[in-house]
């Protein structure tokens, strides 16, 4: 056989076979490359029939292709003589035959079976003792704690029967499947030694952590421990779902063919992840095992030690008893327990990451896990018990501080009891939890023993020793919460009295506040003063509000009163009770009694301010209807039926604001009612002007005619109408009565009126006297002298006996003149011109003016013709203001003038009262100056009916009660008094265009 295969590499390939015809020697060249050399001799031959002049290139590439079967031949030889000489040296066979592979990738069938006969049985022999070599270092390095080195000589037998594998199975699903998890192997191996560097710098750093008792940085270190740990588990668990994948592959293969042996690629490669099923204390996740117990062990006795010592501190710290407040502190015992508890945690979290290291078919191994948590455990629960403590302490000192700053609501707004309820129920809360704190605290003690009792007989039942006894911490909390569960009853006690306080309080402050309430709002009722204000609607509305607040507040008076119900009866009420509490309690009983009887009261006070209300109300119906009445009467220019209306108004709303005081309406009223006067003024004013001017007229036409008296009555009538809306006198009129005036009192006694009561018999003596001159004129023109001279004596007595009461009566005094001119003709001569000269003189002495005045008209009358008289009758009437001279040319036009200036002024100021004013003297200085100006009376009418009237209608509702107050006093006959006030009434100028004030102050001025 072996001589055969040697001749087989001996014997030359046929060159022209056939094969490729490319044209291309670069193909040969490939094959070549490739290990192809029968595939290549097959292309030169053909490449040759084709290319006979390429044969040089040819030739080449043929004598490489001898040389490289030259090598072969050479190999061959050194295996032949390898399996004859070295029978057991397998390793060297297979190396030998991987080089003949290599130079043919295509022999002979014959060739083919040879080698792998020779590879399979020298690859049984020798990798069965590389698996075991491998197997037995790997775990030899595990053992010596070199676990990378153990993971990766594990890993060196995964080259194992590969390359057989892969070409058995090339191009199938199997072997994509297989590659991408051999890829994902060699990934992992390759995360897997780069952690080592972290894994070790994060378990001396934990480790040291431990041993220093470090707390702070024990933890810091954890969290590193924490990440390599998981990083380390997903790593560990990819080998171990890797080998039962390959596992699985390898078994779906035996199922089809049942003569397959574990001599191949998966079944090795399974092994060196999972180690041998009857014997798992080998391989890559045998040894990441063992590197985590081996790590994590150290770290878990460490922590213990730590735990311990810690443990024995606090218990040690417990036994010093601080107090504060009669609250036992330790803060930094509890802070040490709590750090305690945090160790715990992290030493639960420690051995709890066994977990992410599991695989479903394949765990960690964990006998220490049961003992060290059920240490950790019970460490914990008392650690956590103290520490609880520390808390509540902690917490009810919180509280207790956020109790005693706690809002207390207003005591004066506590209708709704909107603030009061969220207080109540937080004081209530706090009671609560104070009284169930020390219930809590009582079951807590007994809950700790029973823990104690508990745990010793689990540990017990198990066979398992506590890791911590923590006897020292049980007995010091076990004293503390015995003083833990007093201070809360306590403290529920002084709150459930701090609330009835409240509630006390709150009825105390309820019931001063309605008793002033009660007081403050009978005021506005004001029955015992009829001068001062009264605001029954305003009583009307408090009392009612007031007793609407007054019934909300004992409903909510009586709803604070329920909570002190819900208190419970011990210890408040009884065992031992509490005298702060029953007695709020009983005082609250007795305002809510007081407040129900004010509210009776307050009913009371409320029909009578109903009363008033209703007759202000009926006063004010009243006072609106005169209002409209003298709106309506206005209307219709019934002038003085308004203004009495009006004033009855005013009176009516003067009546209401008596009953029922109310600024608005007295603002409102004052403002209407002032404002319908002035407009009744400004109405009627328009036809006072012209009434005025009608009567001027026909007086001014009177006076010239003579008659005097018709002339007055017309100018006394003027001024009373011009009175009517005005205050100040009208100039005109004043100056014509003042000639009327001036003519009439020359003329007084000039004639006997026929009101007169002499009338009759003063009439019958100058009838007598008259009929005596007549008489004895006539016999003296029959020439009976003596006859004549005793009628005219005779008529001469009569006369006496006239001027005697009427020394200045015209008739009587023209008649003795005659009588003295028929009887002394040569006398009368010189007696007229002696009267005519007296009375030159005495005209100018207002004692005689009337007498003189009267003697010039008598003697006119006997002789209009005597030289000088009439003349001077008229300087007389000048100079006495009987007459006006006719305006000089110089002052018609000074008079045209003025007037111009003046409509000027009205007609670019007709809005300012000074420039009318100012106007007004112009027209009045127009009028002076020519009485007969028809321009400046015109002009002087529209200034006056645009500037209205100035009379005052009605006054206001305070000035209105000052005046009748005034008027009251002068009746009684307190002049001073009514002095007083009308003084005060007289400082506001305004009132001085009132005719009724202008009308008291003349009587009280006329009393002083």
């Known amino acids: ?422 207080y109540s129920e937080s004081v209530m809360d706090y009671a609560q939890k104070r009284f169930s704190g020390a219930q809590s605290a009582a079951e807590r003690i007994t809950f700790l023993a029973n823990a104690k009792r508990n745990m010793a007989a689990s540990a017990a039942a198990d066979s398992v020793q506590p890791v911590f006894t923590w006897e020292s911490l049980y007995t010091t909390l076990e004293k503390e919460l015995h003083s833990f569960a007093a201070e809360q009853a306590a403290e529920g006690t002084r709150s459930w009295e701090a609330l009835s306080s409240f509630v006390a309080a709150s009825s105390g402050i309820l019931k001063e506040r309605y008793d002033e309430s009660y007081k403050k709002h009978s005021l506005l009722l004001n029955e015992a003063d009829s001068s001062g204000p009264s605001y029954p609607d305003k009583a009307l509305k408090s009392f009612t509000q007031l007793k609407a607040d007054l019934t909300k507040d004992i409903a909510a008076l009586q709803v604070r009163f329920s909570w002190l119900d819900r208190a419970p009866e011990s210890p408040l009420r009884e065992n031992p009770g509490s005298d702060l509490f029953n007695e709020n309690y009983a005082r609250i009983i007795a305002d809510t009694a007081y407040l129900k009887s004010l509210s009776l009261s307050i009913d009371e006070r409320n029909k009578a301010a109903q009363k008033y209300v209703f007759l202000a109300q009926q006063a004010k119906n009243e006072a609106d209807f005169r209002y409209e009445k003298a709106l309506s009467e206005l209307q219709h220019e019934n002038f003085d039926n308004s203004r009495e209306d009006l004033q009855i108004a005013r009176n009516k709303y003067n009546e209401y604001l008596m009953y029922q005081e109310d600024d608005v309406v007295r603002r409102e009223t004052d403002k209407k009612l002032e404002a319908l006067g002035l407009e009744i003024v400004r109405l009627e004013n328009k036809r006072v002007v012209q009434d005025v001017r009608l009567l001027l007229t026909e007086a001014r036409t009177l006076y010239y005619s003579g008659d005097f008296e018709v002339a007055e009555r017309l100018i006394i009538q003027a001024e009373g109408r011009w009175a009517v809306t005005n205050v100040e006198p009208n100039i005109e009129v004043s100056n014509l009565k003042t000639m009327i005036g001036n003519a009439l009192s020359v003329r007084t006694g000039r004639t006997i009126p026929i009101t007169d009561p002499l009338y009759p018999e003063m009439s019958q003596t100058l009838n007598a006297a008259y009929q005596y001159f007549e008489q004895g004129k006539n016999l003296l023109k029959t020439g009976s002298r003596d006859e004549a001279m005793n009628n005219l004596n005779a008529a001469r007595e009569k006369i006496k006996d006239i001027q005697v009461l009427y020394p200045l009566n015209q008739e009587a005094n023209l008649l003795a003149l005659r009588i003295t001119q028929l009887s002394d003709p040569a006398g009368f001569a010189e007696l007229f011109k002696q009267r005519y000269n007296n009375a030159l003189k005495e005209y100018r002495q207002p004692a005689t003016v009337n007498r003189a005045y009267a003697d010039l008209k008598d003697l006119y009358e006997i002789n209009p013709a005597y030289p000088g008289l009439k003349k001077r009758i008229y300087d007389v009437e000048v100079e006495l203001g009987i007459i006006v001279p006719p305006p000089t040319p110089r002052q018609i036009a000074r008079s045209k003038q003025l007037v111009a200036e003046a409509s000027a002024l009205f007609e670019s100021s007709s809005r300012n009262e000074l420039a009318l004013n100012s106007a007004l003297a112009k027209l009045a200085d127009a009028i002076s100056l020519n009485p007969q100006n028809s321009d400046a009376m015109v002009l002087i009418d529209r200034i006056k009916t645009s500037m209205g009237g100035q009379s005052l209608v009605v006054l206001t509702a305070e000035k209105e009660l000052l005046y009748q107050q005034a008027v009251q006093e002068l009746a009684k006959g307190n002049t001073i008094t009514a002095a007083a006030l009308v003084a005060d009434l007289w400082k506001d100028r305004k009132l001085r265009n009132s005719a009724k004030i202008i009308d008291l102050k003349r009587k009280v001025d006329s009393l002083l």
């Open 1 to 422: 056989m072996l001589f055969i295969f040697v001749s087989l590499w001996t014997t030359a390939v046929p060159l022209f076979a056939g094969g490729r015809n490319d044209k291309n020697l670069s193909a040969a060249d490939e094959l070549i490359e490739q290990g192809k050399l029968n595939e290549a001799l097959r292309f030169l031959e053909a490449y040759t029939t084709t290319h006979p002049d390429d044969f040089d290139n040819v030739q080449k590439r043929i004598d490489r292709i001898f040389r490289l079967r030259k090598e072969y031949k050479n190999f061959a030889e050194e295996l032949i003589k390898t399996i004859e000489k070295e029978p057991l040296n397998d390793e060297k066979k297979l190396n030998l035959i991987a080089q003949l592979e290599s130079y043919e990738k295509d022999p002979t069938k014959t060739e083919q079976a040879f080698i792998r006969e020779t590879k399979f049985a020298a690859q049984f022999t020798y990798y069965r003792a590389m698996f075991e070599n491998i197997m037995a270092e790997g775990i030899k390095l595990n053992e010596e704690a070199r676990f990378a080195d153990s993971i990766r000589r594990f890993s060196d037998g995964f080259v194992l029967y590969k390359n057989d594998f892969y070409d058995d199975f090339e191009g199938t699903e199997l072997l994509n499947q297989v590659d991408l998890s051999v890829e994902g192997l060699y990934t992992a191996l390759a995360d897997y030694n780069a952690l080592q560097s972290s894994w070790d710098a994060a378990f001396k750093k934990f480790n040291k952590a431990l041993a220093e008792f470090d707390i702070d940085d024990s933890f810091s270190a954890y969290k590193e421990v924490e990440a390599v740990l998981q990083k380390h588990a997903v790593l560990r668990n990819t080998f171990a779902e890797t080998g039962f994948r390959f596992r699985d592959f390898f078994r779906e293969l035996q199922e089809k063919d049942s003569q397959l042996t574990d001599a191949s690629f998966l079944p090795f490669a399974y092994r060196f992840l999972l180690g041998r099923e009857t014997n798992q204390s080998m391989g890559i996740v045998w040894g990441m095992d063992r590197q985590w117990e081996v790590h994590c062990a150290e770290s878990r006795t460490l922590l213990a030690a730590m735990i311990e010592h810690l443990s024995s501190e606090a218990a040690s710290r417990l036994t010093m008893r601080q107090s504060m407040r009669g609250t036992f502190v330790f803060s930094d015992t509890f802070r040490l327990l709590r750090n305690i508890k945090d160790i715990d945690d992290l030493g639960i979290s420690f051995i709890g990451l066994y977990e992410a290291a599991d695989h479903p078919a394949r765990s960690l191994p964990r006998d220490f896990f049961d003992a060290y948590n059920t240490g950790l455990t019970y460490n914990k629960l008392l650690v956590a018990d103290a520490v609880s403590l520390h808390e509540e302490t902690e917490k009810f000192k919180a509280e207790k501080q956020m109790f005693e700053k706690l809002a207390v609501p207003p005591l004066q707004q506590l209708s709704t009891n909107e603030g009061a309820i969220p």
